[in-house]
């Protein structure tokens, strides 16, 4: 009888071990896709997720999955217990401190690429912000040499290696509804762009759609979130029309695609400081026909589209027009 009492109660601790050794396998599951996350935050978090939304959509709220790992543990001692939970809070509370310095550090990018007329897009893995910064950093630096140099970074990002990274962002938009029917305009410009003949400039020939595109999207982003443009009268032979929602949620008008993206825009998302700027007080600024623009630069949609600008022709203003669309990519 005592064999067979010990017989089960080795039996009844094999189980047992058996149950701890599937809930750590259970349990490491479920974390190593957050180890993951802080591999990916040192490296190539898309900054627009850290500026706009601090913490990423596929990381749960650690309260939701502490509880969902009790669950797993309960079966175990108390001791054990707590030991997993511990581990589990000291695990979240690293990602939320790495978070945190990303996103300070992302926002110095953000405020120094706003004063020389770059933007965060979401591509923009974090090394290259990190490349950034260390310009900024350098003392021996003055304002004319750092815009050098961050010119550099940008372009050599982009062109390097037959324009690879600038054909991988284009790419990573076709599943978006609002860029589909534009993917053959938009591969079409870096094929121009990849033309090594040498024999014309092709930013003179690309950044013309690249506006045409993006004024598109802008228009097809306010229908989609409902929307529309309506004729109002007839003022000195011009027609006169604004942008109205139909679903009567905003008495709000706009005469201006442009001003009523932003408004809207805005409504869902902050927007970093650097796009905002780019987008709405250089390339959409107010401008006129011979007359000085409030914040002089060749990236003025106005003035290149109305023909008064005639070198804006330059692979730096092409790549901007392209961090504008990879910005409109992300917004929903």
């Not at 581990?87 to 020389?116: G, P, Q």
């Amino acid at each position: 009888m005592q064999d067979i009492k010990n017989e089960n109660e080795n039996k009844d601790q094999i189980k047992k071990i058996n149950a701890t050794l599937s809930t750590k396998v259970a349990l490491r599951e479920i974390l190593e896709p957050y180890q993951k996350m802080m591999t990916l935050t040192q490296n190539a978090l898309p900054p627009q997720w850290v500026v706009i939304n601090p913490i990423p959509p596929s990381l749960e709220p650690p309260i939701q999955t502490l509880a969902s790992l009790q669950k797993i543990i309960n079966p175990l001692g108390v001791e054990l217990q707590q030991y997993w939970l511990v581990k589990a809070t000291e695990h979240f509370r690293e990602i939320s401190e790495k978070l945190d310095k990303i996103r300070i550090s992302t926002n110095e990018a953000d405020e120094l690429l706003k004063k020389y007329k770059w933007l965060i897009s979401p591509y923009l893995p974090l090394s290259f912000l990190s490349q950034v910064m260390k310009v900024n950093k350098n003392k021996k630096l003055n304002s004319r040499m750092k815009r050098n140099k961050i010119n550099k970074i940008y372009l050599e990002f982009f062109t390097d290696d037959h324009y690879k990274n600038l054909s991988l962002m284009v790419e990573s938009w076709k599943e978006n509804p609002l860029f589909k029917r534009r993917m053959k305009i938009l591969r079409d410009c870096i094929w121009a762009l990849k033309d090594t003949s040498g024999n014309f400039n092709a930013s003179n020939l690309v950044l013309p759609p690249l506006i045409s595109q993006i004024d598109g999207i802008i228009s097809d982003y306010l229908i989609k979130n409902g929307w529309t443009f309506e004729f109002v009268h007839i003022k000195k032979g011009k027609a006169i029309g604004k942008w109205v929602d139909k679903s009567g949620n905003d008495n709000t008008n706009f005469t201006s695609n442009v001003k009523c993206f932003a408004h809207i825009a805005r409504k869902q998302i902050e927007f970093p400081e650097s796009p905002t700027y780019v987008i709405m007080e250089i390339f959409f600024q107010t401008a006129y026909n011979n007359k000085k623009l409030k914040n002089p630069f060749t990236f003025c949609r106005h003035k290149i589209i109305h023909g008064e600008y005639i070198s804006y022709g330059r692979i730096d203003n092409t790549i901007r027009a392209f961090l504008i669309l990879d910005f409109l990519s992300d917004l929903e």
